[in-house]
């Protein structure tokens, strides 16, 4: 049986971009990663010291990847990776081991 795959990515904002002008600006992926085949689950978190985790759950890792590249492609694209602070921004996926929700 092939395990979910968490993709996530951590980064701090460009300077100058505001935290509900970014949210505002990731809502305008949802569409997009909703329409994937294989997407499970999506957060976006901010922690204390202004570091941003988004975290998605995705079927397999052959999905995350296709989508990964896509991702790059779309038009809202330019707008989110301006608004991410370029030398703090990592990716990475894992295989979900364990998963428990309410």
């Known amino acids: 049986m092939t395990k979910h795959v968490a993709e996530i990515v951590t980064f701090k904002l460009a300077d100058g971009i505001k935290t509900e002008n970014f949210v505002a600006l ?26 941003w985790t988004d975290y998605v759950i995705w079927k397999d890792l052959a999905t995350a990847q296709k989508v990964a590249q896509a991702f790059m492609q779309q038009d809202f694209t330019p707008d989110v990776m301006a608004a991410i602070a370029p030398e703090t921004a990592n990716m990475r996926h894992e295989e979900v081991q364990w998963s428990m929700a309410s």
Request: net charge negative; glycine share 12%.
């Open 26 to 51: 990731m809502q305008k992926t949802e569409a997009f990663v909703r329409a994937q085949d294989g997407f499970l689950h999506r957060q976006l978190s901010q922690g204390e010291d202004g570091s």
